[in-house]
C-alpha cells in the first residue's frame, strides 16, 4: 500500500514539477531555518489517539532520530508530517509551508515490511522512479536521469543487482534500493523510517556515512532509530516520543538517563561518548 503511495507520490510529483520549478526557491536564506514544524498534532486511529499533542520544530541542517518503544508513534508522526494520516487536530508546515506545496523538497524511506515488494519492476526502475521529480511533464527518463540512478545504486553496493527484479532481493538489499530511490530525488528533507533494520554491519556503516554526507550537504535527515547505543555516535539531534513528545533537542544536551527512562519507562543507563 506504502509502495503505491510512493508510486502516486511520484506521478504527483511530476504533474506538479512545472509549477513548482516556477517558484522553486521556496527556501528562506537565512540561517537557523526551521525545516520541519509541526504544532499541537493529535493524531488517532479509530477513534483512539496514538499521538498526543505534538509540538516539534526540526531545525534545517541537522540528523535526528527519532527514538521511542514500539507503537510509540514514530512512522505514525512521519506518515502525519508526509499527508499520508489526516490528523484530527494540528498542523505541519515545511519550510513555513504546507507539504502540498513543499513535496518536491521531501524524500521518505518507509519502513520495512510495510512496502508491498511484490511489484514487477527492476532495481534500477526503482531507482529511476526518484528522478521523477526532476523531470518535466510528460518526459521520459533519459541519459542523465539513468546516469544519476546508476550512481546512487553504486553508492549504495547494489549496481551489480540494477537488473533483478525487486522481489527477488533481500531484505536489506530492498532496503538499500529504496535508498537510492531517495538519494536521485534530490531532495532537501529525507524521512527515513528504520533503514538500519535487518542490515549487516558493512552496509548499516555505507548507510550512516551516505546520511552524514547528507547532513554536510546542509540536508535535514530524520530517522526512526531503535539502537540506543550508537544514537550519540550517528545523530546531533534527538526527538523522544511515546504517544507525545517527551524531549527534542541535541543530543550532547537531552540524550540523557532521565529522558530514556521517561521514554522507555525503565530505568535506563547509557554512556554517552563525546
Ligand atoms: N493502521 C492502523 N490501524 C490501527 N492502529 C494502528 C495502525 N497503525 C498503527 N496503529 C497503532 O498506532 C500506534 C502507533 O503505531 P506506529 O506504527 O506509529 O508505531 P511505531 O512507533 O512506528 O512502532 P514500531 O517501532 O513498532 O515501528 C500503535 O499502537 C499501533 O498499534
Ligand atoms: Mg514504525
Redesign the pocket.
Known amino acids: 500500500m506504502i509502495f503505491w503511495f510512493v508510486l502516486y507520490q511520484d506521478k504527483m510529483n511530476r504533474n506538479k514539477i512545472m509549477k513548482e520549478q516556477t517558484n522553486k526557491n521556496k527556501i528562506p536564506a537565512s540561517a537557523g531555518n526551521i525545516a520541519v514544524q509541526v504544532d499541537d498534532l493529535t493524531v488517532a486511529?479509530?477513534y483512539?489517539p496514538?499521538?498526543w499533542d505534538i509540538d516539534l520544530e526540526i531545525p534545517e541542517g541537522v540528523l535526528m532520530a527519532i527514538v521511542?518503544?514500539?507503537?510509540?508513534?514514530?512512522?505514525?508522526?512521519i506518515?502525519s508530517i508526509l499527508g499520508i494520516l489526516k490528523p484530527i487536530a494540528g498542523s505541519v508546515s515545511i519550510y513555513g509551508k504546507s507539504y502540498k506545496k513543499q513535496r518536491s523538497l521531501v524524500a521518505y524511506v518507509p519502513?520495512k515490511g510495510s512496502v508491498d515488494w511484490d511489484f514487477p519492476t527492476t532495481a534500477l526502475d526503482v531507482v529511476m522512479m526518484g528522478t521523477y521529480g526532476s523531470l518535466g511533464w510528460i518526459k521520459r527518463p533519459r541519459q542523465k536521469e539513468k546516469k544519476a540512478a546508476l550512481e546512487a545504486l553504486e553508492k549504495v553496493g547494489m549496481l551489480p543487482f540494477k537488473n533483478r527484479q525487486i522481489s527477488q532481493l533481500s531484505g536489506g538489499q530492498q532496503q538499500r534500493i529504496f535508498l537510492a530511490r531517495a538519494l536521485v530525488q534530490n531532495a532537501s528533507i529525507y524521512f527515513m523510517?528504520?533503514p538500519f533494520q535487518g542490515v549487516d554491519a558493512t552496509t548499516e556503516i555505507a548507510i550512516i556515512n551516505i546520511l552524514k554526507e547528507l547532513r554536510k550537504a546542509r540536508k535535514t535527515v530524520i530517522v526512526?532509530h531503535?539502537d540506543l547505543q550508537t544514537v550519540p555516535e550517528y545523530f546531533d539531534w534527538v526527538t523522544f516520543?511515546n504517544v507525545k513528545k517527551i524531549a527534542t533537542g541535541p543530543v550532547k544536551d537531552i540524550f540523557n538517563d532521565d529522558n530514556l527512562t521517561k521514554t522507555y519507562g525503565i530505568n535506563y543507563k547509557v554512556s554517552i561518548q563525546e
Open positions: 486511529y479509530n483512539k496514538v499521538l521511542g518503544p514500539n507503537g510509540a508513534g514514530k512512522s505514525t508522526l506518515k519502513q523510517d528504520e526512526v531503535h516520543l
